[in-house]
């Protein structure tokens, strides 16, 4: 009998969905369609140190970097009765309360860099560095997270370029920010990205995805996320969250001995495409974007609906919104929105025509 499991190749972040079986004396790694990626011989079959946790365990060989990791316990009974010692640590030996001494100091200070010392350090560098430099990181970051594409989206991103649709784009941006002075320009795109996301690099850079603009039911929501972007924009949020990243990623990166900085940069990415600031942030951004919307004549309670309709599906695995379901406090941040309302009149952000462009700016797309 298969066992489902995920198999890291030891090259890739990227994990792949595989079924394992035993046979009599290895262990078969196939994809679900039957085709064999490797035969594990037992005698060389170990479980990664931490035992198993929450029926949770992981399989890997004395030979080299690959892994799986599976939950079934079945499969764990009959591995542990062919492999001897397959979960037991090892023997113990003189000197080993010294060694996990030494350990857990190291453990210890690296989690001081990585949680305290470096966001202090990302705090004050934020503040110090020149616009210019940080236009010049954004576009960076934009060309990285454009690489390793294909290893978080499955499939590298294009840019959604249809002309009308840039036009929508266009205007709905220059209504939200008419009465803002950054010290760069917005830069505002889509991509053609299944996921319900908008992120916020450095520099003025802001990208959205296809499926949130999908997913949305009118231009008030869309102009909604902008604004909060927007907010971080201005208060250079994704900015200190790509210091801290690229913080953290290259620290890891010096342990591991990772020269190339492969591993700092996909840490880095996710950071940015799961971006989870802090509660403060993520409040000074909606505050900052119910007062744009307020300024610019949006309707603010849009926003609202938004929230709502976002906290509802949260539980919903086919319509679940990822960016904003992972952020706290959606009921009150919703009535947050409602609370503010708008202090003048209410225009609609985009005719109805340029709604539809908008929805339709992916059917032209450019390669990134």
């Not at 706290?328 to 708008?342: K, V, W």
């Amino acid at each position: 009998m298969a066992s489902t499991a995920r198999y890291f190749d030891g090259n890739s972040a990227q994990p792949r969905q595989v079924m394992l079986a035993t046979g009599t004396a290895t262990l078969v790694i196939a994809t679900a369609e039957g085709r064999v990626i490797a035969n594990w011989q037992l005698t060389d079959l170990r479980a990664l140190p931490g035992g198993v946790k929450d029926g949770a365990y992981t399989l890997a060989l004395h030979t080299n970097t690959a892994r799986v990791e599976c939950d079934d316990p079945v499969l764990l009974r009959d591995l542990r009765r062919q492999v001897r010692g397959l979960t037991r640590g090892p023997a113990r030996r003189r000197g080993t309360g010294r060694v996990a001494l030494w350990a857990g100091g190291a453990v210890g200070a690296l989690a001081l860099m990585v949680f305290g010392l470096i966001p202090r350090l990302a705090e004050r560098l934020t503040v110090l560095i020149d616009p210019q430099v940080e236009i010049a990181m954004g576009n960076q970051v934009r060309n990285r997270l454009a690489d390793i594409s294909p290893m978080l989206l499955d499939a590298r991103a294009q840019a959604c370029v249809q002309p009308a649709g840039q036009k929508a784009l266009d205007l709905m941006v220059s209504r939200v920010s008419e009465t803002l002075d950054l010290p760069y320009p917005l830069r505002v795109e889509i991509w053609d990205a299944d996921m319900v996301n908008a992120i916020t690099l450095p520099g003025g850079r802001v990208i959205f995805f296809d499926g949130l603009i999908g997913e949305a039911d009118s231009a008030e929501e869309v102009a909604g996320v902008l604004a909060h972007e927007i907010g971080h924009v201005a208060h250079r949020d994704g900015l200190r969250l790509s210091l801290r990243a690229a913080g953290s990623a290259g620290l890891l990166g010096l342990i591991v001995g990772d020269a190339t900085g492969g591993a700092a940069a996909i840490i880095a990415a996710e950071q940015l495409l799961n971006a989870s600031y802090t509660r403060d942030a993520e409040t000074a951004a909606d505050a900052f974007a119910f007062d744009l919307l307020d300024d610019a004549d949006v309707d603010v309670a849009a926003f609202a609906g938004f929230f709502d309709r976002v906290g509802q599906q949260a539980g919903e695995q086919s319509a679940i919104m990822e960016h904003f379901a992972t952020h706290p406090n959606l009921e009150l941040r919703a009535d947050q929105a409602r609370s503010h309302g708008n202090a003048g009149t209410v225009r609609p952000i985009l005719s109805d025509q340029q709604w539809r462009d908008l929805r339709a700016i992916c059917d032209d797309k450019l390669p990134l």
